[in-house]
């Protein structure tokens, strides 16, 4: 079996309510994402996901990877992913070039399932466990009311944890959100609070002693990731957890989060750091430093179930992140849905990463394919 075409699809679905806000943007309006899809000469194929900028998508692939995949065999993907790394010379050990080749590597990951008939889970080494530990999150910028009422009902939902955005640059607001959060779901959901590299170190460390009386389970991303001694000092000085890693790239970069001691929680994106190959990898360089994996996926259910079946994987495991805000790319797309029930996902069970497209649906949101 070969690989005879790489090919991209760029999906993009209005919301019918723009959506919150995080520290350095304001709302949203529509999702957007971009899919890779990798086909072999034998009719299989397989599909991944990539958190680079849509629009810039179709020709990385079509310049930079898909030359050097043609012909190829798409069932090494650990060897690929090496090829394809290698072949970027001086141009992409992070960034844009690794979150286009995250997306083929999770393609071909579910290729490779399908071939063997199995779920993905099932074929990435040891299972640690068949349901995930899951917390809720979507607590944009709102009023404190909406936060409130969107807190409780996700506590009720039997979510041992919820997760909301601070970072507004006035700590006055984000101690109120956090308060209005604790006081809807009481003392023992626990309750997390993103950043998203809002503050400097100065800043984030004045929040996190304000915020300390409400108990967090941890301050995620609370400066620029490259800033890994600002993350030890506030590690040291904060009564909480500090997690990070959602914009890391790479088993390199997550390791030099690890050996500065930088993070509680590490929190890959697959379909930025790497793809399943590279996300193991730092799964298993995790454990060598006792560093539990908090998975990160927020774009579609293509990257959501790559995610919940690498999380199956992950020898050290604390939590997956289920995003509870609207959005048609991932519950519109395919026959298949996410599900969760008291708090744990449940893993999808088909081929691969368990998807079938609904073509129709694809359709209504497909802006580009090449």
Known sequence: MKISDVQTWVLSAPLKKPMGGISHSGPRYSRKTALVQVVTDEGISGIGESFAIPELVPAIIQHVFRPMLLGRDPLDAAGLWDLLYAGLGHHGQKGLLVEVLSGIDIALWDLRGKKEGKPLYQILGRVHRTRLPAYAAGLYFAPLDELRADADAWARLGFPGVKLKIGAGNLNPDEASVRAVREAVGPRVRVMADLN???????ALAVGKRLEPYNLHWLEEPVRPERLDDYRRLRRALKMKIAGGEGEYT????GAMFEKEAVDV????LMRCGGVTEGLRIAHLAEQF???ISTHAWLSIVGMAASAHYAAACPLFESYEFEMTENPLRDEITVQKLETRDGELTLPQGPGLGLDFIPEAVAKYLVLRT
């Open 197 to 203: 590299c809002g503050y400097d170190y100065e800043t």
């Open 251 to 254: 088993r390199w970069g997550f």
């Open 266 to 269: 590490a929190q890959p994106d």
């Open 290 to 292: 006792g560093v539990p």
